[in-house]
Structures are given as C-alpha cells and as structure tokens.
C-alpha cells in the first residue's frame, strides 16, 4: 500500500464519550491515519462538543466547551473527529453558540476551526483521497448510517465506500437502515420509553440480517443499540467504523 | 334533563389539551396499546412510501423547497401590509372580514354571526383552525350543532374522539373499529349505517356518504378553514380529497371561514408553488382530487354571504421570536408527522394538541406558551434525527427549533430545586476544563477497576434505571483514551 499523506498532520479530536468509554475507537484512528501517512497530535485542552448541554437546553453550560474546542485545535489544518454526531454539532451548534454567547471574537475562531474539522470518513475520503485504507475485516458486518452523521455533519456514502474497499468484509444492508435508533442524547432517558421502541425495533431489523457485527460511525448510538442486543444475547457485536479500517490481515481480531 | 342529553352532537373525551400530562407520560400509555401501534407503522409507512415516490418524479424538487421557503419568509416578513390586502380585497369582492385575537374572540365571533342567521345547525370542511379554537364545542354550548363532513373526522366526532393526525385524524382507528362507531353513532346524529354494514372500505364509505347528504342538503351555514388566502385577489383556497369540501362551500349561502393569519399568500402566482408542493407531501399525490377557489361573492352562485375570521391566536407571539418564526411557514402537510420514529410509535394523542409530531411539538409551545407541563415537555419530545426537515417542503428546520425552544423551557426552570439542572451544572464544570474532565475520568476509571470481570452492567436504581430496564451499559474500561496517550505518545508530541 502506497504512503499517502506524508507531512499532513492531524490534530485528532476524541470525543468525550470515546475517551472515556470507548478509547479503543480513537486508538484506531491514530492508527490508521499513521498507517497513512499522517503524523497525528492529541491536543490535550479538549474535552467535549458541548452538544449534550446545548441540546437539552443549557447553553450557558455549553459556551465554555465551545471556547476550550477552539483553545485545543485553533492553528491545525486538520481536525479529524470518529462521530458524525460531535462534528456535526461543532459545524452545526458552536456558531450558534458564540451568538448566544454574544462574543464576535468567539464567533470568528469558530469560523476558522470548523472549516476545518472533519468527520474520519470525510477526511479519509475527501482530504487524503483514499477509500481502500489497507483494511482487512473478514466478517459478515451491517451499517447503521447514525441521523447525525447523515443530517448534520453530512458524511453522505462516505462510511459505506469506506466499509465495501475493506478486504473479505461481507457487508449486508441494514433494513430501514435510516430511522433514527432512538439514542438522540439525553432523550434516551428524558424519554425513555420511547427510546426504548425505537432501539428495540432498531435492534431487531439489526438481528434479520444475520450480521455479526453492527458498525456506525458514532459510539453513542452503538451503546444505545448495543444495549439492546447484550441484553437480548443476540450474539451481535458492535464496532466503531474507524476499528474496522485499523484492522489489517494479520491483525490481532 | 341532564346535561349530557341536551348536546347536539357527541361529547369529545373529558379532560382538555393543557390538562394534559407531560409527554413522556402519554407517549409510555400509547406505547403499550399493540393495535396502535400495528396500524401507525401500518399507515405511516404507506403514505411515507408514496410520498418518496411521488417526489422523485420531480427533479426540480428541491427548488420547490427552496422557492416555498422564500416566499412564506417575504409573506411573514411583511405579514402587517399583506394582511391589510387582503382584507382589503376580500371586502372588495363582497366578504365581510372580522379579525379575532384569540380562540375565544374567534369563537365569540362564528357563534355570533350563526345565531343571526337564526339556525341551530352548520356543515363544516375539514379545518385545522377550528380545531385549535375547539369551535365545535363553543358552538355545541350556544346549542348549534357542528357536523363534521370530512370522513376521518365524522369517524373522530362519532367516536367521541379526538383526532392524532393533521391530514388523517383517524389513523389510530382500524376498519373494524369504524364499523362499530358507525353502527352504533349513526342512527343518534341522522341517517343511520346499514345494520348488515361490513368492515368493507367502499360499505363504510356508502355509509357515511348518506349520512352526510341529508346534512349538506339542508345546512344554510358551512364553515371552513383555508388552505392559502391570495392578498392580491381576496381568493380563499381549499385543498381536499374527498369533495366534501365543495359541497360546504358551493350548497349553502352563508359560509364562514376561519383562517389563521400567517395563511396568507401574496399574489397568485406564489400559489403555483405550492399547489405542488402540498398534495405530494400531505397524501403522496400528484394532484389532490378537489381544489376549491372561491373570491368574495359570485351573485347567484354559491355562498352569497361570505365572511372570513382572521385568528391570531399565539401566532404573532411565535412572528415575534426570530427563532421561532420558521414555524408559521407550516402548510400543515403532515410529511413530518408520516417521518418521525417518535411519532410512528406513540401517535398523536400523546401531543395534547390538535397539532401533533415534530410539528407540533414546535408549534403548540410557541402558540400557546411554556406554562403548562405538556407545553414544556413537548421540545423534548424528540431524539433530534432530522429526518423531518429533509421531507418539509417550506424547510422548517424543526431540530433547530425544538433546540432553541429547550432552551427556552431550561432557562423557565432555572432555579428550581430539580435534578436536570443540577446534573447539567456539575456535567458543566466536568466538561468546562480538561483538567476537571481528567479528575472525572479518573473517578470513571476506579469504578471500572472496583468491578474489574464486568464488561456491561445490567438494571440499575433510579435514575439509572431509564437507560437500563432495557438496554445494558457498557462499563468504562480502566484506561482512557487519554491516560494511554499520556503513557505511550505523550512524550513525542511535547
């Protein structure tokens, strides 16, 4: 496989969730930006996208989140982020944020760093021009493309043309693959129940296709998906897109 | 005599709209009912399915979008001047115009203008306006009777019931259920349904068709709502299916409109936009089967005493909030009802308004406030997916509002002793630093070390518990992402 990003350097952006509940996901991306060429940093100031806060009606909570995005990454060309969700709140909340917080300066740096933040899958395949990332992953694998990362941060095919240049993967479709799992933040225990439904119908559709792994490009929706399929023992495993790219034939899965 | 045998038409459930509980408390009740939920997948999906296909067939679809988008904003922009025109050109063609500020003064005003045309009784097209202001019941109170002629919402009124859908109100209704409505209703209100009657739809249909023309043939008064209202010509516009509507507005010579402000169009040409954009969205048509235009009076045809109540009610509250307006570019086409995952599953009862689904949800707290439970819950009443935007054909970006109207709900509740903004100013100060979010993580990785063979934990206490009656939790492993970097790359990177 070719070197294709010799120089470029990424600034990895983790994610809260990913840092503290699932840190094997940005492990992988480290690695398969490496893998590509790529020298990768972890400013260590960040914290989190403040979308929790926002989207549950506490601005104010979430203005200091939006200040400390733009202290850790303001100056890197590239701000690489494994969840459609947190990117696309960045793009979608932090201007928004910075008016609320009545701060122009603010709303400038915003400006600038969210040019140029990137979904891993936009800046795998727009940035460095490469769907075949080297990856082999031979298993029977379905993909839930997250509302987030399709409505917000806008990822398109991306994470699919990512999935089927993934040697000896049998990628089958995920039946009405684009209703929303139910996940969506803290609905999922404002309104519990229906969150409930709606995983659990997510989950089912996730079971017919004999997969055994359910891959998104955001943990968040996985742990609520997920959920569901642990404690109905379906057998299904869940897995972060970025894990299955940073696997290689003779790799450790 | 009791009370209840001198009304003229069903009693609706007890209880009122702002009575209602909170969302999550109606939603988690409609959740258990099975057959609700077979049908609204059932329904739902059908008219989801047409719709799709009959916007494909549009290249220029989102240019629709966009140009329907447009001009609502230029008509809300200057609602004040279009709103003069119109009333100046519905006078000049002969219709008389009140102006009502709020559901009370609207009502006050249709009752008022039936009585002096001395009847007991009206016809009424399928209006959503009229629901919100619950004429019916402020005219069953003067002790006129209001007879629904559309189908689903005769099977709504028979039924002593209310409706939980925009477009079709009796979606939570099956065929056998409208049967035994028609049976039993029927022969109380005027013509009854066959005693052979099937569950057959045409039977149902046939029934219900007698049942209404002794009622169009004899009303003298009809009152509808109004898809769009044209400033230019004074022309009221009604979109339907079912021809009911003509008949209330072509057979009896008074008829009486209640049309929400922010219906209004500019001229008629900006009508072409949306007379496609509303039938492919509402019912996955390409044409809807009736359109009814009518300006003012037409000696000796039709209505010869027309009037026309334009009803603010909240409406100018929502004009007034920057973030908030995009609401009132509703056509009430009901595709984002027919999208949304929540909807599908708990069905528009569980809204506590006439206007349930994502739509609702933005516009019920915006018209009537944040001071009651249901209003307050109902922002939250979604996981934000935004699958209702990609279908709105005037792009109300209903995430962005419901966001900005938690927002609103947050700051209401400030200062009060609960436990969401407790959570939320400790998460705060977690999340505000590194350095507090490090001391966190640390905390996350010692009760990983505390239960170190769990790799997923199952039910909890309260609040736990929301998350896991049915989903298991992940444990947090020992090392973050961070402590790793920390140990294996810290170095290099300084």
């Given at each position: ?38 020298r990768v940093?972890?400013?260590l ?26 202290k ?6 590239y ?58 992953f ?9 509302c987030?990362?399709v ?6 095919d ?9 040697k ?6 995920l039946?009405?693959?684009?209703q929303?799992?139910?996940?969506g ?8 129940d229906v ?21 998104t ?30 696997h ?6 | ?5 001198q ?20 939603a ?28 494909d067939e ?13 001009i ?7 609602l004040?001047?279009?709103l ?12 008389k ?7 009370a ?23 959503m306006?009229?629901?919100e202001i ?15 002629t559309d ?5 709504v009124q ?7 859908h925009?477009?079709v ?37 046939g029934?219900?068709?007698?049942h209404l ?35 209330c ?18 001229t ?7 007379m496609?954009?509303l039938?492919?969205s ?6 809807n089967?009736?359109?009814s235009?009518?300006t ?18 909240g ?41 349930p ?6 516009l ?30 005037v ?10 109207l938690?927002k ?15 959570a ?71």
């Amino acid at each position: 496989m070719t070197i294709h990003a010799k120089g470029i350097t990424v600034a990895l952006f983790a994610t809260c969730i990913n840092d503290v509940m699932f840190p094997g996901t940005p492990k992988a991306v480290v690695q398969v930006l490496e893998r590509l060429g790529c020298r990768v940093e972890f400013p260590l100031d960040q914290t989190c996208c403040g979308q929790m806060f926002t989207n549950t009606g506490y601005f104010d909570a979430a203005v200091p989140n939006v200040r400390n995005y733009v202290k850790a990454f303001t100056g890197y060309d590239y701000v690489v982020g494994p969840s459609g969700s947190c990117v696309g709140a960045v793009r979608h909340q932090h201007p928004m944020l910075a008016e609320h917080a009545r701060d122009a300066g603010l709303g400038r740096a915003v400006d600038e760093v969210v040019a140029r933040t990137y979904d891993l899958s936009e800046f795998l395949v727009d940035v460095l021009g490469v769907t075949d990332v080297g990856a082999y992953f031979p298993h029977r694998v379905t993909y839930h493309p997250t509302c987030h990362s399709v409505r917000v941060a806008k990822v398109g095919d991306r994470p699919y043309r990512l999935l089927q240049a993934v040697k000896g993967i049998d990628l089958v479709d995920l039946p009405a693959a684009d209703q929303c799992c139910g996940f969506g933040g803290t609905f999922s225990v404002k309104n519990p129940d229906v969150s409930v439904a709606m995983a659990s119908d997510k989950a089912r559709h996730v079971m017919e296709t004999g997969a055994e792994y359910l891959v998104t490009g955001d943990n968040a929706c996985l742990m609520n998906i997920g959920g569901i399929l642990h404690r109905e023992n379906s057998g299904v495993k869940t897995i972060h897109l970025a894990e299955i790219l940073a696997h290689t034939e003779g790799g450790d899965r | 005599m009791t009370a209840q045998a001198q009304r003229r038409t069903p009693a609706p459930p007890p209880g009122t709209y702002l009575g209602m509980p909170k969302f999550q408390k109606n939603a988690k009740e409609q959740l258990a009912n099975e057959q609700l939920r077979k049908n609204l997948r059932h329904a739902t999906g059908t008219i989801r399915a047409k719709r799709a296909a009959r916007v494909d067939e549009v290249p220029e679809w989102e240019e629709l979008r966009l140009a329907g988008e447009a001009i609502k904003n230029r008509t809300l922009r200057h609602l004040d001047t279009y709103l003069v025109q119109l009333e100046d050109s519905l006078q000049k063609a002969g219709a008389k115009v009140h102006w009502a500020r709020d559901a009370a003064e609207a009502n006050r005003i249709v009752v008022g203008l039936v009585q002096a045309k001395g009847v007991d009784e009206v016809v009424k097209v399928k209006s959503m306006a009229t629901q919100e202001i619950e004429l019916n019941e402020a005219l069953e109170e003067a002790g006129i009777a209001a007879w629904e002629t559309d189908l689903a919402e005769l099977i709504v009124q028979l039924g002593h019931d209310r409706p939980s859908h925009i477009l079709v109100p009796a979606i939570h209704r099956n065929r056998s259920e409208v049967r035994e409505i028609f049976l039993r209703e029927m022969k109380q209100y005027g013509t009854p349904a066959p005693e052979d009657i099937t569950d057959d739809p045409a039977e149902l249909a046939g029934a219900a068709r007698r049942h209404l023309r002794e009622k169009f043939l004899r009303a003298k008064v009809a009152i509808s709502g109004a898809n769009f209202a044209i400033a230019e010509t004074g022309t009221l516009v009604v979109v339907e299916s079912e021809g009911n509507g003509r008949m209330c507005l072509t057979l009896p010579d008074t008829l009486i409109s209640v049309v929400g402000i922010e219906k209004v169009l500019p001229t008629f040409a900006d009508l072409e936009v949306f007379m496609r954009l509303l039938p492919r969205s509402s019912t996955g048509e390409r044409m809807n089967p009736y359109t009814s235009m009518w300006t003012g009076v037409t000696p000796g045809d039709g209505p010869q005493d027309v009037h026309v109540v334009l009803v603010d009610n909240g409406r100018t509250n929502a004009l007034a909030d920057p973030q908030g307006r995009p609401a009132l570019r509703c056509i009430r086409c009901s595709a984002c009802l027919n999208i949304c995952p929540v909807y599908e599953r708990v069905g528009g009862h569980a809204y506590g308004s006439v206007y349930p689904g994502p739509i609702g949800a933005v516009l019920n707290p915006q018209l009537r406030g944040i001071g009651h439970e249901i209003d307050q819950s109902l922002p939250y009443a979604s996981s934000l997916c935004g699958a209702c935007f990609e279908v709105c054909p005037v792009r109300i970006p209903i995430p962005d509002i419901l966001v900005h109207l938690r927002k609103e709900v947050a700051d209401h509740k400030r200062g009060k002793p609960k436990l969401e903004p407790t959570a939320m100013a400790a998460a705060g100060w977690v999340l505000a630093d590194h350095k507090h979010f490090e001391l966190a993580e640390r905390v996350a990785g010692l009760a990983a070390r505390a239960l170190p063979n769990t790799t997923f934990l199952g039910p909890l206490p309260w609040p736990a518990s929301a998350w896991t009656r049915a989903r298991d939790l992940p444990m947090p492993p020992p090392e973050s992402f961070r402590k790793w970097w920390r140990t294996n790359r810290g170095e290099e990177q300084q």
